[in-house]
């Protein structure tokens, strides 16, 4: 089983500023089964990047994805007031499907 | 508009039964594998089950394998979730999502709540 790891575990940023997130796993991933989501309390998840690096529909392009392998990465150039939120990253691998522990995005 | 509306969650005790349900609407559910994933309360995500189009494939996360039973009704547009000898530890809200193309969730609906209680 992949078992996917999301660094930091918080992050206090400022709107307008912008916030970096990790995911490594702990195996290759392909590149086409890597995606992030984002979620607000009380809310469900909602599917912000697959494929690694393609915006899902109705996602501002202030969100984008990247990395390959093991080591991939979330980023959100400039952060909106919406985009306080916890992040979780998700793999697909020999029938499993993994998420990472998340990232919380706190408002500094 | 693609909606998933949950059903089914309660208040259950240890070693007890539930059936979950969630109804699609806005798109073709023959069309999709679909999944349940599950969040305890303060905790992440966790990738319950999933099912084929057709239903002759599913895939279970080995905590729950010969305990929770996936299945659909593609004529009632309709995804079901058995859940047998339930635990503590199954405490969660449940989540129905439909596989995007790349194996992601790229709809969800907005939960039914499963606790399990001695």
Known sequence: ?108 | EVQLVESGGDLVQRGGSLRLSCAASGFTLNSYWMSWVRQAPGKGLEWVANIRQDGTEKYYVDSVKGRFTISRDNAKNSLFLQMNSLRDEDTAVYYCARHGSYNDFDYWGQGTLVTVSS
């Open chain 1, 1 to 108: 089983e992949i078992v996917l790891t999301q660094s930091p575990g918080s992050l206090s940023l400022s709107p307008g500023e912008r916030a970096t997130l990790s995911c490594r796993a702990s195996q290759s991933v392909s590149s086409s089964y890597l995606a992030w989501y984002q979620q607000k309390p009380g809310q469900a998840p909602r599917l912000l990047i697959y494929a690694a690096s393609s915006r899902a529909t109705g996602i501002p392009d202030r969100f984008s994805g990247s990395g390959s392998g093991t080591d991939f990465t979330l980023t959100i150039s400039r952060l909106e007031p919406e985009d306080f939120a916890v992040y979780y990253c998700q793999q697909y691998g020999s029938s499993l499907w993994t998420f990472g522990q998340g990232t919380k995005v706190e408002i500094k």
